[in-house]
Nanobody
Framework: QLQASGGGLVQAGGSLRLSCVASGFTAAIGWFRQAPGKEREGISCISSSGTVRYTDSAQGRFTISRDGAKNTAYLQMTSLKPEDTAVYYC??????????????????????WGQGTQVTVSS
């Protein structure tokens, strides 16, 4: 099981750092988000070796990292926009670009979903 935390209310242009704690070793961790009325989408993932992938939603503004000793992954979000408002989740799965980007067709590849953490960006 993975649990995301660190969300909150922030003004546009602000920053937040989300954390994802895994109950044990997880080879790769992905970050996702789901805005009201929209499908869940992939944002970024990181493998145990440090390979990272980003989707267009995150490119240039979000940075993923992990602390293997703590079984924790982080998502540093900067220059936040109102359209980033969503519930953010993390899950375990293969950190492969096409699988991350096409969540709708590869959702079964991801597991260990927790409750998510709400990020609200005000304009």
């Amino acid at each position: 099981q993975l649990q995301a935390s660190g969300g909150g209310l922030v003004q546009a242009g602000g920053s937040l750092r989300l954390s994802c704690v895994a109950s044990g070793f997880t080879a790769a961790i992905g970050w996702f988000r789901q805005a009201p009325g929209k499908e869940r989408e992939g944002i970024s993932c990181i493998s145990s070796s440090g390979t990272v992938r980003y989707t267009d939603s995150a490119q240039g503004r979000f940075t993923i990292s992990r602390d293997g000793a703590k079984n924790t992954a982080y998502l540093q979000m900067t220059s936040l926009k109102p359209e980033d408002t969503a519930v953010y989740y993390c899950a375990a799965g293969p950190c492969i670009g096409p699988i991350l980007k096409d969540y709708a067709n590869y959702r079964a590849k991801w597991s260990g979903w927790g409750q998510g953490t709400q990020v609200t960006v005000s304009s």
